[in-house]
């Protein structure tokens, strides 16, 4: 699945929206976010581990969410959800994403983007080619771009990996 040099210093990058919801559109389940961060990390050395997380106005669960993340060993990123006049509602980290991997690859050998947001293409693109880094990216397979599977040196399907995914348990 991945390299697992234990030389290898690694950084993890989870868009969490996206995983989040593609294991819950897709599978009815919800994301182990501890079996994952132990299956892209491998043996190799975690440097730092990022999740990228938007408050919303329904608050609840999240607190607990927000905490079994950490629980994970993740730091998270949080930013409020916009809300704008019209009503329209927009919550996305990807710049912000985009700027702390490139500000932490000079300390990383592989960066790990948990995605399948086809707008991380670019940020691939620099990572391996500008930056001579190896990036790997876990998604559900069904969901990644094509784009960005192909940009990647390892493509990780999160659907494979042993108890990543948990039920979500129906209220009938």
């Known amino acids: 699945m991945v390299n697992n040099n234990p030389n290898q210093r690694v950084g993890v990058f989870i868009d969490v929206q996206n995983i989040y919801h593609s294991a819950k559109n897709l599978y009815r389940s919800r994301v182990n976010f501890k079996e994952l961060m132990k299956a892209v990390v491998g043996r190799r050395q975690l440097v730092r581990s990022m999740a990228y997380v938007i408050k919303t106005e329904n608050t609840e669960g999240e607190s607990s969410f927000f905490e ?24 996305d980290w990807d710049v912000g994403l985009a700027v702390d991997a490139m500000r932490m690859a000079s300390t990383l050998d592989v960066i790990v983007l948990v995605t399948g947001d086809g ?14 880094k190896a990036v790997e990216v876990a998604a559900f397979s069904r969901t990644a771009s094509g784009k960005l599977k192909e940009a990647t040196d390892t493509f990780v399907e999160v659907e494979h990996i042993p108890r990543a995914l948990l039920r979500i348990k129906s209220r009938e």
């Open 68 to 91: 079994a993340l950490r629980q994970a060993g993740m730091e998270l990123r949080v930013k409020d959800l916009q809300i704008y006049p019209d009503g329209t509602k927009k919550g």
């Open 119 to 132: 707008d991380f293409v670019p940020l691939v693109e620099y990572l391996k080619l500008g930056m001579g």
